[in-house]
């Protein structure tokens, strides 16, 4: 049926918003039906308008919905004024309104039918600080982009600031909010803390100190600390005091241990301080990997390296690999430059060699786009389906000779044939490949071993275990690089690794797997089992008996909460406000409430390490903890075996104080890295 030959009339429902023939026109033989906004033409055979609710969802995203739908708008509403309607105006008769009256049909019921919605809103100081800390935003942002202060207001935020002053105020105080509520929230509980910690220098060339603390399950970054005399041991002391103190921790009754790199100023901050001390396995790790790849410095080289230790990560903290400091000869090779002018790598010539001929032959395609479009991407395309290009390696990072030789042995062929075309008097053989795949075997599982000790979740018991894994790999290799490689490492990790930290832990964790393990020239050494109970007896006594805020004076002061009567409110120390004396309905909450909590034994200095003798032999004999191994072991749990978190900070702040933002201020630039942190963090949960 040709609609040019159909008549169409009004329906006698075109008034009402709420049915579809507000938004058609009906034939008169009732067969079909006309849109009035696209005039597309539908059929309605037996008077079923199933197809007309669907044209207007799928054409238009108009939704008519009687029960939800305001009453019809009076008779004078025309049929010119419906048809000229937009469907954004008819959209709002079917909006579900919160207060609107239940459907009629209880079929047609949902859950949300029964509750209210309600828009909550977050405040305008939290998005101003996720978009200046995470995404990177410039204060003046927000007050020279008129769409992006547009969209600000769309969402609900009518009152925004005119001046970045302002708006960096607001981020401040959002961020000393933030800081004191969650380090609290954490101590309350209980728990305690480790710190690691390292140094930077900023592209305005200012020298901060980042800090962050680790809890068994949770970490947070503390900002930057900004040193402005010489970083001695003494002022590193007093800087970490300070900044603890404003977060209520005390160094003696709230810290377990620190994480450093390996220079003699932390050395001997770990000696001034009552605190455990642990060195950074992946600092030892990457010099362990200069010891063998690297020609060896002069006496006096060696003897710097060894004082300063200057390591660091690089701007790619996702890989957390270590990068190479000048004095330890790291390779690397500028396009500009002439590849003879690079580091030298071991005295091995069969190595040196091949590495120098693999550089040489990346620089040389890198040089020339011509050469590297026309001839080597010709094959790589026909091979792989895909253009790869060469990788060549960076001085400050000895992971970069890992992908060098990776891609390079990967488009082995490819290469052949373009040298070949190239009439390069460069050749490589099979021979020469057998010596790379032969560095391959030897970096890649430190390259992932490096990574799992870098993990966030990662502790001394799972660094134990990755560097078991590394060292068992190295050792099937049989081959001379891999067996130096390997003395080299066991040499490192030796000067590194705490034997009562990762042997208590370790313990706790499972005491038969200490007895099984493999020793690797006493590298895993653990201590005795009386040494292991008086390292327990130690902790315990500085980190559970001198804490005043789990004392019997604290307990009592602890809130009622979960009061079901809502018209109760309760203040610290249990008062009512409205009366200095306890009502009987508090007082009955703090007795259930008190007949719920379970005894925590009382310490006595006598009888301590007796306690921790039976609760030892009932963990080893049917595995449960007692509550002082417990205790214990949280607190070794919050030990990380790596300083990286501090590199990745400073990676951050590289990023937030860049080329446009060089003049942040001190306390600006340590506000947006603990937010930056906080906000990946929530990220993360979310995920």
């Given at each position: 049926m040709s609609s040019e030959n159909t008549d169409f009339i009004i329906h006698?429902?075109?008034?009402?918003?709420?049915?579809?023939?507000?938004?058609?026109?009906?034939?008169?033989?009732?067969?079909?039906?006309?849109?009035?906004?696209?005039?597309?033409?539908?059929?309605?055979?037996?008077?079923?308008?199933?197809?007309?609710?669907?044209?207007?969802?799928?054409?238009?995203?108009?939704?008519?919905?009687?029960?939800?739908?305001?009453?019809?708008?009076?008779?004078?509403?025309?049929?010119?004024?419906?048809?000229?309607?937009?469907?954004?105006?008819?959209?709002?008769?079917?909006?579900?309104?919160?207060?609107?009256?239940?459907?009629t049909s209880t079929a047609k019921r949902t859950m949300k039918d029964y509750f209210k919605v309600v828009n909550q809103q977050e405040p305008l100081a939290k998005v101003l600080s996720r978009m200046t800390a995470r995404d990177g935003l410039p204060f003046s942002t927000f007050t020279t982009s008129e769409d992006l202060r547009d969209l600000l207001i769309f969402k609900g935020y009518k009152e925004l600031p005119t001046s970045p002053v302002t708006i960096r105020n607001h981020v401040v105080v959002y961020s000393k909010e933030i800081k004191e509520s969650e380090i609290l929230q954490a101590k309350e509980r209980g728990d305690r803390f480790s710190l690691s910690f390292d140094e930077w220098t900023s592209n305005s060339n200012k020298r901060f100190m980042n800090m962050n603390v680790h809890s068994p399950d949770n970490f947070w970054n503390l900002g930057l600390i900004r040193v402005k005399v010489s970083m001695t041991a003494e002022v590193c002391v007093a800087l970490l005091e300070e900044k603890l103190s404003y977060f209520g921790l005390s160094l003696k009754d709230d810290i377990v241990g620190i994480v450093t790199d390996g220079p003699n100023v932390m050395l001997k901050v770990g000696k001034l301080l009552p605190v455990k001390h642990q060195l950074c396995f992946a600092h030892g790790i990457h010099l362990a990997v200069c010891d063998v790849l690297y020609k060896k410095k002069s006496q006096d080289d060696?003897?710097?390296?060894?004082?300063q230790d200057i390591v660091g990560i690089g701007e790619d903290v996702d890989d957390v690999l270590e990068s190479l400091d000048s004095l330890e000869s790291g390779l690397t090779v500028n396009p500009n430059e002439d590849v003879n002018e690079a580091p030298d790598l071991t005295s091995d010539k069969n190595i040196s060699e091949v590495i120098k001929k693999v550089r040489k032959v990346v620089v040389h395609f890198k040089r020339s786009s011509t050469k590297n479009d026309t001839i080597l991407q010709k094959y790589v395309r026909a091979e792989k389906g895909k253009e790869l290009s060469l990788i060549l390696d960076v001085k400050t990072r000895w992971n970069s000779l890992l992908d060098m030789i990776e891609r390079f042995v990967l488009l082995k062929s490819c290469i052949q044939k373009a040298l070949i075309d190239a009439k390069y008097q460069i050749k490589l053989e099979d021979c020469d490949f057998d010596v790379l795949k032969e560095i391959i075997g030897i970096l890649a599982p430190i390259k992932l071993t490096v990574e799992a000790l870098c993990r966030r979740d990662a502790n001394l018991c799972t660094a134990d275990a990755a560097l078991k894994f590394l060292l068992h790999q190295l050792s099937q290799n049989k081959t001379n690089l891999s067996e130096k490689m390997m003395s080299c490492l066991i040499i490192r990790l030796k000067q590194r690794r705490s034997s009562t930290l990762s042997g208590v832990l370790n313990y706790l964790q499972n005491p038969g797997l200490i007895e099984s393990c493999e020793d690797f020239e006493g590298l895993f050494s653990t201590p005795s089992s009386s040494g292991i109970k008086n390292e327990m007896k130690l902790l315990i006594q500085r980190l559970v008996v001198e804490t005043k805020y789990n004392s019997p004076e604290r307990t009592g002061e602890m809130e009622v909460a979960n009061v079901d009567d809502p018209e109760i409110v309760i203040v610290s120390e249990g008062r009512s406000l409205e009366s200095n004396t306890p009502s009987l309905q508090i007082m009955l909450e703090r007795a259930i409430l008190d007949s719920q909590k379970p005894r925590e034994p009382e310490v006595r200095q006598s009888d301590l390490?007796?306690?921790?003798?039976?609760?030892?032999?009932?963990?080893?004999?049917?595995g449960t903890r007692g509550y002082y191994l417990t205790k214990v072991y949280n607190f070794l749990r919050s030990v990380p075996p790596t300083s990286v978190e501090a590199e990745r900070a400073f990676s951050a702040a590289g990023y937030i104080q860049n080329k446009l933002r060089s003049r942040l201020g001190d306390e600006t630039l340590d506000c947006l890295l603990f937010l930056r942190s906080h906000f990946q963090k929530l990220e993360v949960r979310k995920e």
């Open positions: 006698k429902k075109n008034t009402d918003q709420c049915s579809v023939w507000f938004h058609f026109l009906t034939s008169s033989d009732g067969k079909s039906a006309k849109c009035k906004i696209c005039s597309s033409t539908l059929k309605t055979l037996g008077g079923s308008t199933k197809g007309l609710h669907t044209h207007l969802q799928t054409k238009h995203k108009v939704k008519v919905s009687k029960e939800y739908a305001p009453e019809p708008s009076g008779s004078s509403s025309t049929s010119a004024s419906s048809s000229t309607s937009t469907p954004a105006t008819t959209a709002s008769c079917s909006t579900k309104r919160v207060g609107s009256p239940l459907p060696t003897e710097m390296i060894e004082l390490l007796s306690t921790l003798r039976k609760e030892c032999s009932l963990y080893e004999s049917c």
